[in-house]
């Protein structure tokens, strides 16, 4: 099993849409999460970090279930500059450590 | 402010050719990162540095690869001699660390392109 997992996608979503992404991760030792986006052919860069009580940063929210060991991701009123492929990370240390890196999931967002 | 700086931008080279990837973190970040993205496998870390000293090179494939950094502004990333199915994208990431505050985000580089013939 895969330490962190992702929705395969690719998700085609009309301009306007509500997207959510969903990841699992399977070290329950694990402390710090993040989203990160990745356009074509370039460097991935964060999008948000995921608090335990979740977050909110414009259209984009972050939740995280620590029971089940899930992490999702929720785009509302999408935009054809959220194109990209999304990524979920995650750290099991609090300090330090190493980020693994989900296979990513991309999105399409269409006219 | 200056990212992370990796050079080369791209490298095509043949089998067998040493190849050596460079990367300069954000002045006053700590840790430095090496991963390596295919589509097969995604992005994988490779090692990193935390204060000048490798903690974890876990993820280096093989003998063939070797890293350094010899001071905190400076990392090499060698593959000696450099195989085929080395061709990916190779990012350097750097990050600060503090004491016992929570992660901060890392900052990738553009990447390096590597294509072995």
């Known amino acids: 099993r895969k330490e962190v997992e992702q929705d395969p996608g690719p998700f085609n979503v009309p301009e306007g849409a509500t997207v959510a992404f969903n990841c699992t991760y399977s070290?329950?030792?694990?402390?710090?999460f993040f989203w990160y986006r990745q356009d074509c052919r370039k460097e991935p860069k964060l999008l948000m970090s995921?608090?335990?009580s979740g977050n909110e940063d414009g259209r984009f929210t972050a939740q995280l279930n620590r029971a089940s060991q899930y992490i999702s991701l929720l785009i509302r009123d999408s935009k054809l500059s959220d194109s990209a492929t999304y990524l979920c990370?995650?750290?099991?240390?609090?300090?330090?450590?190493?980020?693994?890196f989900g296979q990513g999931t991309e999105l399409s967002v269409k006219p | 402010d200056a990212g992370v700086i990796q050079s080369p931008r791209h490298e095509v080279t043949e089998m067998g050719q040493e190849v050596t990837l460079r990367c300069k973190p954000i002045?006053?970040?700590?840790?430095l990162f090496w991963y390596r993205q295919t589509m097969m496998r995604g992005l994988e870390l490779l090692i990193y540095?935390?204060?000048?000293?490798?903690?974890?090179d876990s993820g280096m494939p093989e003998d063939r690869f070797s890293a350094k950094m010899p001071n905190a502004s400076f990392s090499t990333l060698k593959i000696q001699p450099s195989e085929p199915r080395d061709s990916a994208v190779y990012f350097c990431?750097?990050?600060?660390?503090?004491?016992?505050?929570?992660?901060?985000?890392?900052?990738f580089g553009d990447g390096t392109r590597l294509s072995i013939l």
């Open positions: 002045s006053g970040h700590n840790s």
């Open positions: 990431a750097s990050s600060l660390s503090r004491g016992q505050s929570p992660n901060q985000p890392q900052h």
């Open positions: 990370v995650v750290n099991m240390a609090r300090v330090g450590g190493k980020l693994i």
């Open positions: 070290n329950s030792a694990s402390q710090s």
């Open positions: 995921v608090y335990s």
């Open positions: 540095f935390n204060n000048n000293v490798p903690i974890d």
